[in-house]
């Protein structure tokens, strides 16, 4: 039984490199992040100061980032801060994306997965399709869609359904459309994966035991879709929870996402440390759910062949 | 378990024709299987023993015909509304659910009380001798294993009929010898009508009452499996159920108890009358085990023949013989080793004699 092995030093070198990345560009990245939440606010030429005093040299943290994000200063109330709504606005926005994902890509995936074998590299490609134009424009032309003269009203007012323009564009609807086109490919490829490897003779064998074809879906095919579905929602959730671009282009003013309050924070009261005390916040809201996926996705793999 | 009574039409198919697109899947079934009954539908893949299994069951709809359970036509129903269950040929146990919840999902789908529910489903893992694996999830369990709990699923619902899919074709061959004759036993002891499809003529014919062979979507022939087996009523079924010595002729005496025939080797004399016209083509059809094989001239005058042995198979329990003859046919000729040591001296080469009773042979017409 001698099985194939790299030598010590190559073996080490192809685990390195991976790990040498993240350290790099993921992990020191993180880590002046960390550092710069917990320093004061600087000038012009230096956006923040360092971690000890300079004239003493002694180590000093400013907790003062993260708590004027949950206290406000006026009359300390806690909880009630412009941060914590936008934190739970964007979270929100992000589930209601998340869902319209599911909605719309669990039956697109699914037909994707029956169709005939010859025809799937085709429909996967017409998912993958939009990638190939920019990002800006493809927003920007939603822009053009449901603008007060954009096609959407006017096809609604030649039908006579309305008489004047409704007004679509910068309002949440506009900016959940936006962020559910742009997202939607990232819940359907899990999906698809997972549908794809189902065996629908269990589908047969649960309508032979009595399911209805209703039934059937949601006692079959929705359990053993359900590593898909906690990807899918994952990879949409994550990056909606931070989306700058879309909110901006095509949401409302009214409404300020999380990564808008950052950038702000950041660019406009040149407050660096609380931006990144902001970012580090956020972090932590999508690292919780991201542990509760992996948990899963382990643990189903552990229940299957 | 030979049971030879008369079939009630408990489940009879009428006309049965499944048509995909321009082949014909199967055609013009007609069959009648009595309650009780294990009914096997044999052939070879493609035969359309599986389509015409999965419209009893209601995954396909019939393109012509009707299915009558108990007299009522069922051929449009549903298969979730249909009295019967399926054992599926890869099981198709439900990989997320442990193997209680398998077998508990057709009653849940029945809504039946919580308390009845676990009674039945604990009858049925005691029935296939599952219990202690209640909690275990379908890959944690073997072959073998798995088969009961496909079986054990597919009765907890006391379907009025039970529809087996190749049975025991995930299975190797020393397991699925034994795991026939439990099945069986099974399957009897809880007294449901059984349907199974095969490919396997020894399948069927150790678990089946009775046999229906199938080709090209059609019924060649319905019997248990010894009128399959000693009366086959054409070449086909004749050359797919086991082996057998295909000698093409004309005949050439055709009296009310017996006929003969002129072949390739000679005159073959056959024990039975036919109802033909002389000089009409046929082929007798004789056994290989039926064929006796010996050194020196016997003291027969018919169905005596010469030729000289080209090969010699040892199987085992019996050795098979490939006789060449005059005509340059080859002749397979079997006999079983009664002794330690082949009694005959039979060896590459020899001339030898063949023969056989006069109503071994078998007449086909087509």
């Known amino acids: 039984m001698a099985k194939f092995s790299l030598p010590m030093p190559g073996r080490r070198f192809v685990i390195g490199v991976p790990y040498a990345w993240l350290v790099l560009f993921f992990l020191l990245p993180f880590l002046i992040l960390l550092y710069i939440s917990f320093v004061d606010m600087g000038n012009d030429i230096h956006p923040f100061k360092p971690i000890w005093d300079t004239e003493t040299g002694v180590l000093k943290l400013k907790y003062e980032n993260y708590w004027s994000i949950f206290r406000r200063s006026e009359d300390d109330a806690l909880f009630d801060t412009i941060y914590i709504e936008a934190y739970l606005r964007s979270i929100w926005y992000a589930l209601c994306t998340a869902l319209l994902c599911l909605v719309i890509g669990y039956p697109f995936s699914y037909f994707i997965a029956r169709s005939k074998a010859s025809l799937r590299p085709a429909l996967l490609m017409m998912v993958m399709l939009p990638f190939w134009t920019s990002f800006l424009l493809r927003v920007y032309a939603w822009k053009g869609i449901l603008a007060d003269q954009g096609i959407v009203n006017q096809a609604l007012m030649w039908l006579g359904i309305t008489n004047e323009p409704i007004f679509l564009l910068y309002t949440n609807v506009s900016m959940l459309v936006g962020m559910t086109y742009v997202y939607l490919p990232f819940m359907i490829l899990p999906l698809y994966a997972t549908l794809v490897k189902m065996d629908f003779r269990l589908l047969e064998a649960a309508y032979d035991l009595g399911a209805s074809p209703f039934k059937a879906f949601w006692l079959v095919t929705v359990p053993l879709s359900r590593s898909g579905i906690i990807a899918g929602f994952m990879l949409v959730f994550i990056p909606s929870v931070g989306e700058f671009v879309i909110p901006s282009l095509l949401g409302g003013p009214e409404n300020i996402m999380i990564g808008r309050v950052v ?28 542990a509760i996926y992996y948990h899963s996705t382990g643990e189903s793999a552990d229940n299957r062949k | 378990m030979a049971n030879n009574d008369p079939p009630d039409g408990f489940l009879v198919t009428e006309k049965l024709e499944k048509r995909f697109d321009e ?23 493609g035969c359309g023993k599986s389509t015409l299994l999965r419209m009893l069951a209601g995954f396909e709809k019939p393109t012509a015909g009707r299915v009558l359970l108990g007299g009522q036509d069922i051929a449009q129903f549903p298969p979730y509304d249909r009295p019967m269950n399926m054992m599926f040929q890869s099981y198709a146990l439900f990989p997320h659910l442990d193997i209680w919840e398998n077998v508990a999902f057709g009653l849940k789908r029945e809504g039946l009380p919580r308390a009845e529910i676990k009674q039945r489903v604990g009858e049925m893992l005691d029935l296939v001798q599952l219990g202690p694996f209640a909690k275990r999830k379908p890959h944690q369990l073997s072959g073998g294993q798995q088969q009961r709990v496909a079986l054990a699923r597919s009765l907890a619902k006391r379907p009025k009929l039970l529809l087996l899919d190749e049975p025991l074709g995930a299975l190797d061959k020393k397991l699925r010898e034994q795991t026939q004759f439990e099945l069986v036993n099974i399957i009897e002891s809880v007294e449901v009508t059984c349907v199974m499809v095969t490919h396997d003529q020894e399948e069927a014919m150790t678990m089946a009452n009775r046999i229906a062979v199938m080709s090209k979507g059609r019924v060649l022939q319905v019997g248990s499996p010894e009128e399959v087996y000693e009366h086959p009523a054409n070449r086909f079924v004749a050359d797919f159920i086991g082996n057998v010595n295909l000698f093409e002729g004309r005949l050439s005496v055709d009296e009310a108890d017996r006929c003969a025939a002129t072949t390739g080797i000679g005159e073959i004399h056959v024990g039975h009358g036919v109802s033909g016209t002389l000089n009409m083509r046929m082929a007798v059809a004789v056994r290989p085990e039926k064929i006796q094989i010996g050194k020196s001239r016997p003291a027969v005058d018919k169905n005596l023949f010469t030729g000289k042995v080209r090969e010699i198979a040892y199987f085992g329990s019996y050795n098979t013989f490939i006789v060449g003859v005059s005509d340059g046919s080859q002749i397979r000729i079997t006999e079983s080793n009664t002794s330690r040591h082949g009694q005959s001296g039979i060896t590459w080469g020899d001339d030898v004699f063949f023969w056989w009773e006069d109503d071994a042979g078998i007449v086909l017409r087509d």
């Open chain 2, 23 to 45: 082949t014909l899947a199967v055609d013009d079934v007609s069959l009648s299987i009595g309650r009780g009954e294990i009914f096997a539908l044999l052939g070879s893949s």
């Open chain 1, 263 to 290: 950038w702000d924070e950041m660019f406009t009261s040149n407050n660096w440390p609380r931006a990144t005390a902001l970012a580090v916040i956020m972090i932590a809201f999508i690292v919780v759910p991201l």
